[in-house]
Each structure stands twice: as C-alpha cells, then as structure tokens.
T-cell receptor
Framework: EAQVTQNPRYLITVTGKKLTVTCSQN?????MSWYRQDPGLGLRQIYY???????DKGDVPEGYKVSRKEKRNFPLILESPSPNQTSLYFC????????????FGNGTRLTVT | KQEVTQIPAALSVPEGENLVLNCSFT??????LQWFRQDPGKGLTSLLL?????REQTSGRLNASLDKSSGRSTLYIAASQPGDSATYLC????????????FGPGTRLSVLP
C-alpha cells in the first residue's frame, strides 16, 4: 500500500532531550516536507526537500533539523526540544514539486514538558 | 505574501444537502490548488488537485472549481453524508522554486443524520 509512515504517533518528552521523528514513504517520491499544526495557526511548513541531499527551510525552521540521505526517508530532529515545540507534526511527500498532489502521514503528537 | 482564507469556519448541515465550501487566496501566481480532508487525529487526505490551467476537477460527489484571476476556489459536495464530516482544507502552491505551500485554516463540516 502506498503510504507515508511516521513514527512515533505519540511522544512525550522533557525539555532539552534530543529526539527524532522518522518519516518514510514507499512511493519513490522526490519531494518531502515537514509541517506542524497548531490551533489557530493552521499548518506551517518547517523544512522541505526537493530531492536527496537537497533540503531547505520552510516558514518555521527554528529549533529543527532534517536530513535527506535516502529518497524514502526524511527524519525530523529536535536537538533540544522546548515546550513551544509541543504540536502535531505531519510529514508529506509528492512525486514532484510542481504538479503532483501531496500525500500526508498520520501525524506525530509531540508534548514537551 | 500569499494568504489563504476559508469561509465558513464551521458548517453544520442535515444529511442529503448539497453544500459549498469556499477558499480564497491573495496571489494568483500559483501552480495549483489542492483540497484536503482531515479527520480528527489523522493526517490529511488529498481530495482533488486543480492545476492553474484548469477550471475544475471532479471525483465522485466532489467537484472543485478554480478561478485563478479572482483568487477563488470552491468545493462542492453533493448529497452530503454523515461520513463526510471532517475538516476540509485548501492549499495553494505558489509559483517559483522554493515557494512554500500555503494552507487555509480549514472549514469544519458536520453532516447530521
């Protein structure tokens, strides 16, 4: 089944403890992206990747890192999480950037205490 | 800067009604517009993608139109069902390399049996 898989689905952690949220897609998509969704603020893009080894900042990149060493994987890294990074995170992928639909994972709900 | 708004913010209708959800964007320089559905606690599911050169797209009971020059799109749902209850979001893909997707805040739809 074609899908975008995120792990974990739920994560509770403490301030400053490094964490990684994994994202993997099995559709051979070139484009991948991370979003966070917050009440009243909607979906905001954190980072995106047009292809392997090519990443760029979205609207809210502060406090996050990403890497794209393989086409299928695009992990989101929080080196020193803070409470303001408590949010619902989504990974998405697309065949290309310009004219193909976005496919989303089921989300990771992160709580930083 | 591209901004996307959606009206209404919430809508409640009885089963069987036809309904229209609205999406407006401020800059007509886009590649395409995409409509998504989001169920509580879940990711976004792509419903329809309209390229900038197209006027409408149809899938089953759903029909999406695009008027790029006026910065508007509508999602028409025919013969609504309780299973259509969800939040519906639209997103535009601006022209230009590296331009981030811009999402609307969504319309929360409740279809009452």
């Amino acid at each position: 089944e074609a899908q975008v898989t995120q792990n974990p689905r739920y994560l509770i952690t403490v301030t400053g403890k490094k964490l990684t949220v994994t994202c993997s897609q099995n559709m051979n998509h070139e484009y991948m992206s991370w979003y966070r969704q917050d009440p009243g603020l909607g979906l905001r893009q954190i980072y995106y990747s047009m292809n392997v080894e090519v990443t760029d900042k979205g609207d809210v990149p502060e406090g996050y890192k990403v890497s794209r060493k393989e086409k299928r994987n695009f992990p989101l890294i929080l080196e020193s999480p803070s409470p303001n990074q408590t949010s619902l995170y989504f990974c998405a992928s697309g065949q290309g950037y310009y004219n193909s639909p976005l496919h989303f994972g089921n989300g990771t709900r992160l709580t930083v205490t | 800067k591209q901004e996307v708004t959606q009206i209404p913010a919430a809508l409640s209708v009885p089963e069987g009604e036809n309904l229209v959800l609205n999406c407006s964007f401020t800059d007509s320089a886009i590649y395409n517009l995409q409509w998504f559905r989001q169920d509580p606690g879940k990711g976004l599911t792509s419903l329809l993608l309209i390229q900038s050169s197209q006027r409408e797209q149809t899938s089953g009971r759903l029909n999406a139109s695009l008027d790029k020059s006026s910065g508007r799109s509508t999602l028409y749902i025919a013969a609504s069902q309780p299973g259509d209850s969800a939040t519906y979001l639209c997103a535009v893909r601006p022209l230009g390399y590296g331009q981030n997707f811009v999402f609307g805040p969504g319309t929360r739809l409740s279809v009452l049996p």
